[in-house]
């Protein structure tokens, strides 16, 4: 049993910055699954957001947000971060933290993650 919970959504205004935080905890959990953040804005499908390693040596971004977001774990803790530069209107959604069981190494694939946290809303204003 793997339990994930999210904190740090809230309310933005258009370039301003917010940092999600996903803590990681239950009797099954491995410090060695890669970890990822998903979205799913209002009408859309869930979207790849960022993925970290195992180790945290090694991040992924979707397109949409590289050179804006980093992801980031604390790997004693249990704890993996997004941290969200420059918000932009149409990134309001809430945003879900995952972990995979099937790789350490980190994936945009949504189908390798098995644990999903119950998601933190972020709205950004125009």
């Known amino acids: 049993q793997v339990q994930l919970v999210e904190s740090g959504g809230g309310l933005a205004q258009a370039g301003g910055s917010l940092r999600l935080s996903c803590a990681a905890s239950g009797p099954t959990f491995n410090s060695n699954y890669a970890m990822g953040w998903f979205r799913r804005a209002p009408g859309k499908d869930r979207e790849f957001v960022a993925a970290?390693?195992?180790?945290?040596?090694?991040?992924w971004y979707g397109d949409p947000v590289k050179g804006r977001f980093t992801i980031s774990r604390d790997t004693s803790n249990n704890i993996v971060y997004l941290q969200m530069n420059t918000l932009k209107p149409e990134e309001t959604a809430v945003y879900y933290c995952a972990a995979s069981s099937k790789t350490g190494w980190g994936s945009p694939d949504l189908s390798v993650y098995y644990y999903w946290g119950q998601g933190t809303q972020v709205t950004v204003s125009s």
């Open positions: 970290v390693s195992w180790n945290g040596g090694g991040t």
